[in-house]
């Protein structure tokens, strides 16, 4: 028997922060099975995620690995120009909505309530295997906060930020028997608004996540 997703139970509750289970960093699978088990999967289960395996995918992608503050991802400068954000629709004990994931203190900030995993897939051209999946996280970029040392070879750094951050995503979901797949065919100013991005944010990854 699966547990429903929890809904805010008044809007005062958009507003409280999560601490989200410690990573795990000893895992069990090695690097050469991951890699040789990471495919895309678009079919999801109805099982929900756990809080557990949310931290997880986060901390995989964004996850602060040195006391001086860096992360599992290189980034141009230590500039860190990316954000994760995750509409929740499925996942035990966290309530549905969207968040962005601080890694500093590996907390989930609230942003809004309400399953928005249909707007999701709405925005994302109509995919609708996109609102199947238990949680989708987005990943965008705040070019200033890279191009203000490179300039404008700051926006490509970013770019490539963003590939590193989802490949550790995906990587990570392999290791943990879960279902991903990226997504970029999406209309850039839907998805900003769905996930109530920051008007200079631009959203570059879709990353659907689910249990097989």
Known sequence: MTMPPIAFADPDDTRREIALPDPNRAGQ??????????????D???????????????WAGQGITSPMGLRTAPSAGALYPLDLYVAIGHI????????????AKHILQPV??????????????????IADSAAVIAVAATMRRTTRKYGERGVRYAHMEAGHVAQNICLQAAALDLA???VGAFRDHEIRH???????????????V???
């Open 112 to 129: 809004g309530g309400g399953d928005r995993r249909d707007k999701v897939s709405r925005a994302a051209l109509s995919q609708t295997w």
């Open 29 to 42: 699978l090695t690097l050469e099975a991951t890699l040789a088990k990471r495919r895309s999967i678009r």
């Open 180 to 182: 991903v797949t990226p």
């Open 194 to 208: 769905v996930f109530e991005m920051a008007s200079d944010a631009e959203p570059l990854y879709l990353l659907p």
């Open 210 to 212: 689910g249990r097989r």
């Open 92 to 103: 035990q004990s966290l309530p549905q909505g969207v968040f962005r994931y601080d890694p």
């Open 44 to 58: 999801f289960s109805r099982q929900p995620l756990t809080s557990a395996e949310i931290s997880q995918l986060l």
